[in-house]
Structure formats: C-alpha cells, structure tokens
C-alpha cells in the first residue's frame, strides 16, 4: 500500500494518520517464503518534526507459520514490530543518497508494507523451535524423533577410530 505524502510535503498538514490495510500473505526471505497466518492493521502517523524532516510511528504484529529447525514442523511465532523512523526530504546530495537506501521511499510515496516487512526482518529471531526438547530428524532415515524412535542405529562414533574399529571387527570371536 502506498502513502501519498505529497499533502505533508506541501506544508499544507503537519500531521497525519493513516489506518493501512496490509494485502500481503506471505513474508519472503532468501532462505524461505513464511505464510502469514494473522496480522494487525496498523496506524501510521506521519508528523513534520522540522523543515522537511518527518517521522513515521506505528505499531504492529504478525503470526508467520515458520518451520523448527530442527524436526521442520510449522509453527506459529508472533513477530512484534514498531516504527520509528525519520525521514529527511531536505534538498542536498546526502539526503538524496539516504533516500535512495530507504526502498520504502519512492518520490512522494511511502510503501508501507516494504516498511513493515524490514521492521519484521529486523525482529526476526535467529530461529524458532516448536519446544525446547525438541528431538528433531533422525539423521539416517529422516524420521520425526519427537512423534517416536525410528529403530535406526544413531551412534556416532569419531571417524578417527575407525581403524581401530575395523580391528576389532576382524578379530572379533565367533
């Protein structure tokens, strides 16, 4: 959804709020694309704090359906977000520079599900677990450990013993 600012820009306001309906359905990474299975519909509030120097709050939350990493189940993480953000539309090199970094920015236009999706990517954890004991995937056949055991033999002896363990083989009594 984009955010005319071109009323705020033009002095005639110094203020303003929008109610932003989110059409987004997905959340999409370099590592995976995350449902969105709720989300809040924020207020943005866009208020002029100095000459053509604005700031941009809101507040929001999502529930992704995000894999544990370690058995792959889906579980459901609430991400919370809030914005607080400057934007400086004042006219020098290095405030054009800083505008063209924001990707949220497009002239007099404010994308605000760009926005809301690099506060979410910010408030990502590192990785998400459906519990604290969970078992995760057997490493030989790929079994959920938590729904039960599989039969494989998972011991893991140091590759550097396997000579030792080819001896013991070989002379091992019958």
């Avoid at 303003?16 to 299975?37: A, C, D, R, S």
């Avoid at 056949?141 to 140091?158: H, I, V």
Wanted: proline share 3%; net charge negative.
């Amino acid at each position: 959804m984009l955010l005319d600012l071109s009323e705020l820009l033009s002095g005639n306001c110094l203020k303003k709020t929008f109610h932003v309906t989110l059409l987004i359905k997905q959340f999409v990474l370099p590592e995976g694309t995350y449902e969105i299975e709720e989300k809040t519909e924020p207020d943005i509030t866009i208020e002029q704090i100095d000459n053509k120097k604005y700031l941009v709050t809101g507040a929001g939350r999502v529930t992704l359906s995000i894999p544990c990493a370690r058995c792959l189940d889906d579980v459901s993480y609430t991400v919370s977000y809030e914005i607080e953000r400057e934007l400086d539309f004042n006219e020098s090199n290095e405030s054009d520079e800083r505008l063209e970094e924001m990707s949220y920015i497009d002239g007099y236009h404010l994308d605000v599900e760009k926005l809301i999706c690099s506060e979410i990517l910010i408030n990502m954890p590192l990785r998400v677990l459906c519990s604290e004991d969970c078992k995760g995937l057997c490493f030989k056949c790929g079994a959920n450990l938590n729904k039960g055991e599989c039969g494989c033999d998972r011991e893991q002896l140091d590759p550097r013993m396997s000579v030792i363990q080819d001896i013991f083989k070989n002379f091992k009594e019958v």
